[in-house]
């Protein structure tokens, strides 16, 4: 498709029919950039019907610079062979690729379908490789499988030239034949800023490469991802790495050591956790499907929790009565879940309360089964005075004793709580419950459901 960059600058009149013959075509004045930058509002489709305005429109498209294809998926109603449909987006990308202007480019988005027969896979080499070239900020490709979600690569680069640094391979399984660039065959992605991989069943090597060779690396995300070798290690003294967060991958250990990383995030099976040399690791958040005792989840963040603000604990703690918490001093918003169907819950509560003398929100998510009448005898815990709290949520609630109990609790101890905002089941009548347990709720206190 040719362009037409050494567009006039004059002025042009309004077409016939369209309004006065007196008034100008002003947007047309504008500089390339600045076009460009308002037809990235458009879908992909839209911007090329642009192209049926005055000439100089035909090639402004060209300066686009966010080239997202992500809505010209379908590029029909009508019924199309599902090879077709492939054939007709890839070549729609093709051409956006190859006939854009090649200037600045803030976000590219496009699906990448996957192909048995590996030489249709070039495609993909070809849309990171003008990613690559043109120093794209935000690129995500979403991976399809016979038109269905499998994995995807989303990544961020920072702004800096690009070099070459290494010729690594990631093969992503489709049937156990498709092969997939890795990024970093690309000389680009030495500057990569934030990378987010779905679904790369065989990501191990890449994840040492990328924290071996990207620099300005801060923000990685792996979720369902594999070929780890079961251990994940992100350690060095260089590593601009703030950000990491490891979701549902088949792994069985993580040991960390780095400087700069403010924030932590692993959900899935319970693993062995090793944390060292973290000095600003502020926001922690686990989520483990099975259970675990406060003993083994606090052995795990020995060595950050006193620089802790923001912690949160998705699984269910099993509480020691006679185990002292660490103190968390300076610790500004938890999330922690508690089954109200133990006797030691309250217990449980209030030895997060007592460590946490600066918490200002606390989020309770409730478990446990509902039992018939008075249910199990729940162990009263000491009062503790608290001065910060001001806020506290509570998720799943269903009228237990137990769940009042903690409410209660938080209520009579924290002096300057503010609001109470109650998510409640909805599988279970509690609307008895709630106007029972508003009733005992003080005037000053915004008692909130939603």
Not at 5 to 28: C, E, F, L
Not at 117 to 135: I, V
Not at 261 to 287: H, K, M, Q
Request: one cysteine or more; hydrophobic letters at 40%; glycine letters at 6%.
């Amino acid at each position: 498709m040719a362009m037409d960059p050494k567009r006039p600058h004059t002025s042009h009149q309004v077409a016939p029919g369209q309004g006065s013959s007196n008034s100008m075509d002003r947007i047309s004045e504008l500089e390339e950039g600045i076009l460009g930058s308002i037809v990235s509002r458009l879908t992909q489709d839209e911007i090329l019907d642009t192209r049926s305005l005055f000439r100089i429109w035909r090639s402004v498209w060209a300066y686009s610079t966010i080239l997202n294809s992500s809505d010209e998926y379908r590029f029909s109603e009508e019924e199309l062979e599902p090879e077709r449909e492939r054939e007709i987006y890839d070549n729609f990308v093709n051409r956006v690729v190859e006939n854009h202007n090649g200037g600045h480019v803030e976000e590219f988005m496009a699906f990448f379908h996957m192909e048995n027969d590996r030489s249709k896979n070039a495609t993909f080499g070809k849309w990171l490789e003008f990613t690559e070239r043109n120093g794209v900020q935000k690129v995500m490709l979403i991976l399809l499988d016979d038109g269905i979600f499998s994995s995807s690569m989303n990544l961020a680069y920072a702004s800096s030239p690009h070099e070459f640094i290494g010729n690594y391979k990631l093969k992503h399984e489709c049937n156990g034949v498709s092969d997939i660039p890795h990024p970093c065959k690309y000389g680009g992605f030495k500057f990569v800023k934030s990378i987010s991989l779905f679904g790369v069943v065989t990501v191990g090597e890449a994840f040492k490469c990328l924290l071996g060779n990207c620099k300005f690396l801060e923000k990685v995300l792996l979720s369902d991802c594999g070929g780890f070798g079961y251990k994940v290690r992100v350690v060095g003294p260089a590593l601009a790495l703030k950000y990491l967060e490891i979701r549902n991958c088949r792994i069985e250990s993580i040991e960390i050591s780095c400087a700069n990383l403010v924030s932590f995030t692993y959900a899935g099976d319970w693993i062995r956790l090793f944390l060292w040399n973290v000095p600003r690791l502020a926001e922690v958040s686990l989520a483990c499907d099975s259970r675990a005792s406060t003993v083994s989840v606090f052995s795990k963040l020995h060595s950050c929790h006193p620089q802790l603000e923001v912690l949160t604990l998705k699984t269910s703690l099993i509480h020691k009565e006679n185990y002292t918490f660490p103190g968390l001093e300076i610790l500004k918003h938890l999330e922690v879940k508690i089954a109200t169907d133990e006797d030691c819950c309250l217990l449980q509560l209030a030895s997060f309360i007592k460590a946490s003398p600066e918490l200002q929100k606390l989020v309770l998510e409730l478990t446990g089964v509902v039992r018939p009448g008075r249910g199990i005898g729940i162990k009263e815990a000491a009062n503790c005075s608290h001065n910060s709290l001001r806020e506290v949520e509570v998720r799943d609630y269903r009228g237990r004793p137990g769940d009042d109990k903690l409410i209660m609790y938080l209520i009579e101890n924290a002096v300057k709580l503010e609001k109470i905002v109650m998510h409640p089941n909805e599988e279970r009548a509690v609307d008895p419950y709630m106007r029972q347990l508003k009733r005992q709720v003080p005037k000053h206190i915004n008692f909130v459901r939603l």
